[in-house]
């Protein structure tokens, strides 16, 4: 038992790590915006993936055959979804132009099939642990808000002072932490409506820190 909760505990310390995946940037690589956040991301989801299988597999009996998957893996309909997509993935990506780039896409975006592979393991790990309770929903999603605070912090500072990041020089719009303006707005725009959510939830006590949080968090990045 002690050793499983010690997996369990290593999964959750790397699932919650992989959320501070969009402060790792680093001058020294190629594209210093796109290669610490990816690398940094899929070490801690691999991370998870080793330490939580053993639980995953002991809660479904060890039931291989497709009945025993599907009820495990795949029960609810996006589950089904996404291995539908990811299969569709796989296929397409032999009769494309180049097999090589289709999985592991280029060195400047690294969005191929197999990271929507990894993507799709971080999302069946995450609802297995939500529906086990070994991580709790709510406190995930406040962790990612609180540092969504931070890098829209740094992009409010970005807007007045344009070489604050590796002090490399933005042009119209602010790009942050991702180096581009949509990538960073898709980022905070997902963090904004999980912040309206907490702020309706927890609107009648103004004073607690949920609050608190949510007003902070939807206030920045408008200001950006």
């Known amino acids: 038992m002690n050793f499983e909760k010690n997996l369990i505990t290593i999964s959750k310390i790397s699932l919650y790590a992989s959320l501070f995946a969009p402060l ?3 001058s020294g ?3 210093p915006f796109i290669t610490g956040h990816y690398y940094y991301f899929l070490t801690c ?22 009945r025993g998957l599907k009820s495990h893996i795949l029960h609810p309909s996006i589950g089904q979804g996404l291995f539908i997509f990811i299969l ?3 296929f397409t990506s032999f009769t494309g132009y180049d097999i090589w ?21 971080y999302f069946l790990i995450l609802r297995r642990t939500f529906i086990s309770k070994d991580i709790k929903a709510e406190n995930f999603l406040k962790t990612s808000i609180a540092i969504s605070f931070i890098v829209a912090l740094i992009g409010f500072i970005q807007f007045f002072s344009p070489s604050f990041v590796l002090n ?18 898709g980022y905070l725009l997902f963090h904004v409506f999980w912040g309206f959510y907490f702020l309706h939830e927890n609107f009648g006590d103004i004073r607690s820190k949920s ?4 007003w902070t968090i939807l206030a920045l990045p408008y200001l950006i």
């Open 168 to 185: 490399v020089e933005t042009l119209e719009r602010v790009g942050g932490l991702f180096g581009n303006p949509t990538f960073l707005a």
């Open 45 to 66: 989801l691999f991370i998870a993936c080793i330490f939580y299988l053993p639980v995953w597999l002991k809660g479904a009996n060890l039931d291989f055959s497709f």
């Open 101 to 121: 780039r289709s999985f592991f896409s280029t060195e400047e975006r690294l969005i191929g099939v197999f990271s929507y592979i990894f993507l799709g393991l």
């Open 24 to 26: 790792v940037v680093y």
């Open 88 to 90: 569709a993935l796989i």
């Open 211 to 214: 609050s608190l949080g949510s």
């Open 29 to 31: 690589f190629i594209f």
